[in-house]
């Protein structure tokens, strides 16, 4: 956990709070992280120099140097981002968490980010009504940026690659641990779900073909339901360290499919296409597109994916038990085999 600077907090906390701090009693707790990010809720009190008590919640998010394969700069592109004047090509109703200070220690490669603090419906909390509202807000969001291609965007240097979606799928498919899996006898993932798979594999060219005569948009890359919130009516999207050049639709195959919400993914596949498709129609027109792909993203991105936690998760007779993890996987690839079929 990194240790916090009362100098840094106080500074932090004069620039939330919009008056002078005196000091600051606070406590920690850890929300999320791993080997690469820390993400810390500080809490507490402050005394301001009118002798004022203010209670306060802010969140610090500090991310250390380390290379995504295919993104070797990912690790301080949230920084770059709050340092940029990005934040005002939001809106009221999608938006990102606020950043009241942000740093980075060219020494150590680390960076530290001071940002609001949400509190909202999040996870597998969310309603079908709010995965609807987010994929037409994150529509009507690119739409907007795809029309009007503001300069502030395209002066932005540290962005990941429009093929990072092509590469990330090349990459799993060569290797052999889950190719040559669903093609051997051994392997105890249904055989339709395994031809699913492979019939990917063969039409992969083609695919790609119909993937790269969609608009190019600025895409998240992050956009499952742990990094959404639903807030006072708003969306607010968290953790944008994968944010670069993807086609249209690549997000919405991550909110449909990633750790989503397992039994109403087929109906969430028909309900936010539609919405994310709206919400971009208002500043561009795409009537002229009749094949989306996004059904194939899912597989693109999400197919070896499962195989592999399938893999990882050990062996055992209970792919009939609900809470086993390898029964989990399995579900999830029927989920997606239901919403061609």
């Known amino acids: 956990m990194s240790e916090i600077k009362v ?56 991310q250390k140097r380390w290379e995504r394969y295919g993104d070797p700069d990912s690790w301080r592109r949230e920084y770059d981002f709050y340092n ?20 980075m220690n060219e ?33 009507r969001f690119q739409g907007k940026l795809y029309a009007d291609r503001p300069a502030l965007l395209q002066n932005l240097t540290n ?4 093929d990072y979606m092509k590469n990330f799928y090349l990459r799993y498919r060569s290797w052999n641990r889950v190719y040559d899996y669903i093609r051997s006898d051994d392997c105890e993932i249904p055989k339709h779900l395994c031809n699913m798979l492979i019939d990917i594999d063969e039409q992969a060219d ?31 999207l968290l953790d944008w360290d994968t944010t670069g050049w993807g086609y249209l639709g690549e997000d919405i195959a991550s909110l449909i499919a990633d750790e989503a919400d397992m039994e109403h993914m087929v109906e969430y596949y028909h309900r936010c296409i539609p919405a994310y498709y709206k919400g971009f129609s208002e ?14 993203m899912i597989l693109l991105l999400f197919g070896y994916r499962l195989v592999e936690w399938f893999m990882d998760a050990g062996s055992g007779n209970q792919l009939q038990e609900p809470n086993d993890e390898r029964a989990l996987h399995i579900h999830t690839l029927q989920k997606i085999y239901e919403m061609r079929n």
């Open 159 to 162: 962005l990941s690659q429009v």
């Open 283 to 296: 500043y561009a027109d795409i009537s002229h597109l009749t094949d989306n792909c996004v059904y194939e």
């Open 84 to 103: 940029s004047n990005f934040g005002v090509l939001f809106s009221e109703s999608f938006r990102w968490p606020e950043c009241y200070h942000a740093e």
């Open 206 to 236: 083609e695919i790609f073909n119909r993937i790269e005569k969609l608009p190019i948009v600025l895409c998240h890359r992050d956009f499952w339901v742990a990094n959404l919130f639903y807030s006072d009516g708003r969306t607010v």
């Open 7 to 62: 100098d840094t907090l106080t500074q932090v906390l004069s620039n939330m709070l919009g008056t002078t701090i005196n000091s600051a009693d606070f406590q920690t707790k850890s929300l999320h992280g791993g080997t690469v990010g820390d993400v810390q809720l500080v809490t507490g009190y402050v005394k301001t120099t009118d002798g004022g008590n203010l209670p306060f919640k802010i969140v610090l998010k500090t």
């Open 107 to 139: 020494e150590q490669k680390e960076t530290q980010i001071w940002m609001e603090y949400i509190d909202g419906i999040t996870g597998l909390d969310l309603t079908g009504d709010m995965y609807e509202r987010a994929a037409e807000e994150l529509g």
